[in-house]
């Protein structure tokens, strides 16, 4: 007996579902579309909330929107977004195609509210997913249990809330309260004084252990911030136009239809488009920050590369870090009061996807090319897989590059996949394959 039941669940109201949430509206019958659930765990709909700082901004074109590159006179565009809100005329001067990051979360927000089918719920945090089946054992659909302990079935699932967050391995010894993940950024500093003079260590060498390196100066101003990394030191990433090409959403056919050995090449050498780099504008303003800490001669603020963290541990109310210098192997040890993770987000699937793989007895979890999880049994539902198929769809999975056709092609996938429904008694023309759908006053669906 479940709490309630819709047609569709999307789990995560990220950029990825929300999306889709549109190409219901847009696509999709109106029943399918007003039977469909986004949830999301936050209490609001945000960008990136870890680091939703109000200077940084993205890498992607404001035309790479929800919807844009599928139907540019969507209502639910970026530039309509703009228009709606009285900012086009200031965007259209500001001369650049990449907006401020808390922009786009903002647009993402509106977008969310403009929704008139697809219902959205906030604070309804998805601890489980499990298969449901009938009486003679086949799959039929999905049983989905949130945090209060209600639960939500369902014949399609969609799962677009991201990766887990690394935590590598070495800082396990440490207590949470020392450790704070990029993710965690904003909220966590938030219950920092700003007077105390906290000895804080950056962990990573990519984007994000910058934006948090850089933030920390205005968030904790008294603070000695030091910054390890592997690396030899800070680089941009290596991106051009050549390689802006291989993410355009055409370039997921040739992908997706190449050898494993080809999609290691590319994987490979467009590791450095996306990942490993900073920004060339932050890291210029990072430079300027040094030399003028240096200038000063206050020396609050210093890079360490070629490190490894070999070990890290509780030591008298501090944790102390040993760093393996990778030059010379000597090791030696910095005794901080917090550590802060730019360590990105684990390669492998998410704890609940990988949970769910466990419960279906899959050896290995992928997809096809519509993003539908493989089975290794007929099933009269589907589970969609969003974001996390870098391995099979390319680099820009993970990204905003390609949100606007994964929606629709995760859409055409489901009403290829789905029977004929019957609602409330009306007959469609076509009656194959019919399943009857009850849809009460409440909205709530059973079959």
Not at 219 to 235: C, F, Q
């Amino acid at each position: 007996m479940m709490d309630r039941e819709v047609e569709l669940l999307a789990i995560g109201a990220g950029p990825s579902n929300l999306a889709l949430a549109v190409a219901l509206e847009e696509l999709a019958p109106d029943d399918l579309a007003r039977n469909s659930l986004v949830i999301e765990r936050a209490e609001a709909v945000q960008w990136q909330r870890g680091l939703l700082l109000p200077w940084t901004k993205s890498q992607v074109s404001f035309l790479k929107d929800l919807v844009t590159r599928r139907n540019p006179r969507s209502r639910f565009s970026f530039l309509n977004y703009l228009h709606s809100v009285g900012r086009l005329d200031d965007f259209i001067n500001m001369g650049s195609f990449t907006p401020y990051r808390i922009e786009i979360s903002d647009y993402l927000n509106w977008v969310a509210d403009s929704l008139t089918k697809v219902r959205l719920e906030l604070g309804q945090d998805c601890v489980s997913v499990e298969p449901r089946r009938d009486a003679s054992g086949s799959l039929n659909g999905w049983i989905t249990r949130l945090g209060d302990g209600s639960a939500i079935a369902s014949r399609y699932l969609v799962f677009g809330a991201g990766r887990d967050p690394h935590i590598p391995a070495v800082f396990a010894g440490l207590p949470a309260s020392r450790l704070i993940h990029s993710t965690q950024y904003r909220p966590r500093v938030a219950g920092l004084s700003r007077e105390l003079p906290y000895r804080v260590a950056v962990i990573g060498s990519a984007q994000s252990a910058a934006e948090m390196f850089r933030a920390l100066q205005d968030d904790l101003p008294n603070s000695e911030v030091t910054w390890l990394m592997r690396a030899i030191g800070l680089s941009a990433y290596q991106t051009s136009k050549f390689t802006n090409e291989l993410y355009y959403p055409s370039f997921v056919d040739k992908f997706f239809e190449a050898r494993p050995e080809g999609r290691e090449q590319i994987l490979r050498e467009m590791h450095h488009t996306n990942y490993s780099g900073v920004a060339p504008s932050l890291l210029e303003s990072l430079y300027s920050d040094l030399y003028t800490d240096r200038l000063a001669g206050l020396n609050r603020k210093r890079l360490i590369t070629m490190v490894d963290v070999a070990a890290a541990r509780e030591e008298a109310d501090e944790a102390v870090l040993e760093l393996a210098d990778r030059r010379t192997g000597a090791v030696t040890r910095l005794h901080r009061d917090l550590i802060f993770l730019g360590t990105g987000f684990a390669k492998q699937m998410p704890g609940i996807v990988r949970g769910l793989g466990a419960a279906l007895g899959l050896a290995e979890i992928t997809v096809n090319r519509r993003y539908r999880l493989a089975l290794d049994e007929p099933s009269a539902a589907a589970c969609y897989l969003q974001g996390v198929n870098e391995g099979t769809h390319g680099i820009a999975d993970t990204l905003l590059s390609v949100l606007a056709d994964r929606a629709a092609d995760t859409v055409a996938d489901i009403l290829a996949h789905r029977p004929r429904v019957k609602v409330n008694g009306h007959r469609p023309a076509d009656s194959s394959a019919l399943v009857t759908v009850r849809v009460p006053a409440d909205g709530r669906v059973g079959r």
